[in-house]
């Protein structure tokens, strides 16, 4: 109370501050596992190289603390469900029941897709479903939600 105007005014900023803190009931987490490759379009997908991760503050949520690693969903091809720019969490897995979405690699290329019988679909009917004829498909995971990024 006998602080100078300088003072109070310091104090007053820490006070807005931790006000508006204590409003967001979201507890940040820091997930340490985003790929730097995209999906679904996407380029190549390593997940032994130590250099192709990144890290983000996220919502915590049980997911968030759940997931092996995160991706970025590049295009359109499971819409309504995942947009462009999204991030999914990802839990690692070599199979999943048709009808899961999950994160599968052809050719080299990373795809979140929802696992068929025989193929991997889009969920846009714009998009064409994946075959291994094309190509051997192998599941890495299987998507486990959508993660809230923190700007």
Known sequence: RTLDEYGKEAVDNILDIEAKRCEDDHSIYTFRRLSENKVSA????????????KSIDVIDTPEAR??????????????PDYHDGDIVYIALASEIPVGQ????????????????????????????????EDGNIECKGSVIGIAEVVE
């Open 42 to 53: 996407g380029t190549g997908f390593d997940l032994n190289d130590p250099d192709q991760w």
């Open 66 to 79: 759940k997931a092996d690693f995160a991706v970025e969903v590049e295009g359109a091809s499971m819409e």
């Open 101 to 132: 979405v999950g994160l599968f690699i052809q050719n080299g290329k990373g795809y979140i897709k929802e696992a068929g019988d025989g193929c991997i679909i889009s969920r846009n009917p714009e998009y064409e479903n994946i075959f291994p």
